[in-house]
């Protein structure tokens, strides 16, 4: 296993989790970001950081959530504040060269986000 996520639980509309992804082996790791797919939907950017932690995040997400990584380990989590119902999906962290090209993959860690 190259990307492993964990931290998804249940949780109720405005409270808080907090998902973190650790890479092993050889994965590149320049560029790290968690993905998300919501039932019946296809797969959508939430946020990545680069190497030089440099962020970027999805709209819907700006200003709840935050990415941050630890270089030496490497690692990423993701702070998830003030969470909606439409935050529910299966969240993906993902690494790669750079913030285009993602061609490692996590498992998934489910977040469901009840009203």
């Known amino acids: 296993v190259q990307l492993q996520a964990s931290g998804g639980g249940l949780v109720q509309a405005g409270g808080s989790l907090r998902l973190a992804c650790a890479a092993s082996g050889r994965t590149v790791t320049n560029a790290m970001g968690w993905f998300r797919q919501a039932p019946g939907k296809e797969r959508e950017f939430v946020a990545d950081i680069a190497w030089n932690t440099v962020t970027r995040y999805a709209d819907s997400v700006k200003g709840r959530f935050t990415i941050s990584r630890d270089n030496t380990k490497p690692t990423i989590d993701l702070q998830m504040n003030s969470l909606k119902p439409e935050d529910t999906a299966l969240y993906y962290c993902?690494?790669?060269?750079?913030?285009?090209?993602?061609?490692?993959w996590g498992q998934g860690t489910l977040v469901t986000v009840s009203s």
């Open positions: 993902a690494a790669g060269p750079n913030l285009y090209t993602w061609n490692s």
